[in-house]
């Protein structure tokens, strides 16, 4: 994408009705924009990044057997009547005529309609679907920008089976699952015990990013998995851990995904129900991952592979087509600026590598990794090399 | 995908409170599941024909340089009150405290709010986004399936242009474009002078389908390109054509795609507006293309490329998985059912290429197209290659 042609521009400054780290980068660099509060636009380059999240969540989900639907969010009160819902807080509700609608803010609802209807027997189980798409939440005091929105994109899997202890295999597994999408993120996240709400005694288990900025307080062992929400924790910072009597820290901290055994509170087959929060996520990869200057994006979900800046009077033009050819993502600032408002502009938005054309550097190009201080000089043919290998 | 682990099924008879063909096909098929009226899930099945739809006009958006957006469903009142569109009757409004919103069932305002927040001088023109996403209309009678629905998916481009001739250069690509589009999906459709709305005295354009289930009438000439709605219609059935002289004839119609001149109505600059409803598209497609015994997808859009069937004691499922290595979509009924069952799905399920391996053929395998009458044999090697060529 030749940067000329970029439908956003970066901003001189951070946003004034913002506090949160990710709303003030994120709005600067031109990846979101807010429409009112709690609600954003995702320009092109934050779809981006959030259609590079939704893929790593996708295979990861597929792999685990997930199969992917699409809901409505116009949910008939009959539904939430059903199960008892129709008046939780934080659901939009609609009244048109005769229909009422809740607008889907969760989808158990639906997805146990499903389950009623094709699964005719125990041999028809397991079976987990799972969706990504907006909910909506009435959120009187939106905030923290993408973290805590009216509306947001969410991937929930719901799945189905015969037995306590097949949904408690695949529990595990759905576990499992989640640490590798988070790996695969570079989303750094503790498996954090948490209250299992209505449906059932045992902890729900919470994904948890460890930082400031976070909403939640996790109480968790300094050295083993141990990890707790202060909502149920039974030991403080400077206790010891129960399993093995370590040092308990305290740290704030976001979630950016849950699984929850639900049992038959939806459904007469046993029912758990897995939630990513991918926007959330892109919001979690900024308070964790970004300097002074901008966002680091980590290589897995960055908007393109590579920035490539042309300074001078020197056109990169060519090379910027054989990095396509090769199917590279490139994002190219041919824009008739400055080297300075280039550097800056590369830095703020967060491309994992900075590229450099220019005179000084004669036929070889400058390579910077974002966060590094140091750059390398590869002629074309070993920079090809480098980034297809 | 093995059909024994697809979460849905068949049902044996057609839905009782539907009176399309669309619906009635795509539920019994399991594609689609009402939730209420107007109101519908898309299943795995369902969500791959619709994706790949997406992605064919996602293609082909991006080849006339639009860049990919997503908006926010929850759009202010403000936003509303500047374009006067506050009190449009299809709007669902929800009313929360002191915040007011429309759910978003077009979004020029945001688009233009964008535009005017990026577009800084004319020398960032031309431009255009596009989304891809669910809208919503207050529709008080839902019909027809997926043709009229108070949610429903939507692409939506807004182009933004320094003069009114770069404009009209502009939708004259859109069109085309849209006209590529309805080629790839096997769509036939007519490109349809209709009004212009408050916006412009110059006809918009419709893209049409014809087919007796349409809401739409068109009346166009049976020779040359010439079309219009009845709305504008200045002839009838019958009459000559005003271009060519040739009989001009009349049908019912389903609009699958619009192309609008805004003019100066939303942006300071002159906008344009074009969209493409996914969901109708495929509602349209099964429409025009099935049989007393189910859908005729058109390859480009089928959920998968082959329905694999094995009959009897013989199993398919080593090539199964060649043709799976191979990169082929496949879906394989590995169900134990009797063969008449598996043949009365397949028609049902419209695949392009039924493929049956039983004790019968040996060890050749037998390729139906699913329109046809005709099956022949082949190795599996001739049908790899077959396939993949």
Redesign the interface.
Known sequence: MKQS?????TEKNFPKDEESVNAKYLIRA?FI?K???G??????L??RV?NKINQIIREEMNEI?G??????????K??WQKSGRWNVPVM???K??R?EFG?GWTHEE?AA??AD??I?SEKDLP?A?YQI??K?R?E?RARSGLLRT??FLMKDLYSFHKTEDDLEKFYKTAEKAYLKIFKRLSLPVKVVEASGGDFTKQYTHEFQTLVDSGEDTVFYCSKCKFAQNKEVAKVKAGAKCPDCKCVIEESRAIEVGNIFRLGNRFSPWYMGSYGIGPSRSMAALVEVSHDDKGVIWPEAVAPYQVHLLELGKISASKIYEKLKDKGIEVLYDDRPISPGEKFADADLIGIPYRLVVSERNAKKVEVKARGAKKTKLLTEKELIKWLTS
């Open positions: 042609q970029l439908f956003t521009k031109g924009r429409a009112s509060a609600v954003y636009s995702f320009l092109p934050g779809l959030l057997g199969q992917e639907v699409l809901f409505p969010s116009l949910i008939a009959k539904y939009y509700k609609l048109v005529q229909d607008l639906i309609d499903l209807h094709f005719r079976q679907v798409q907006n909506f009435l009187p009216r509306e």
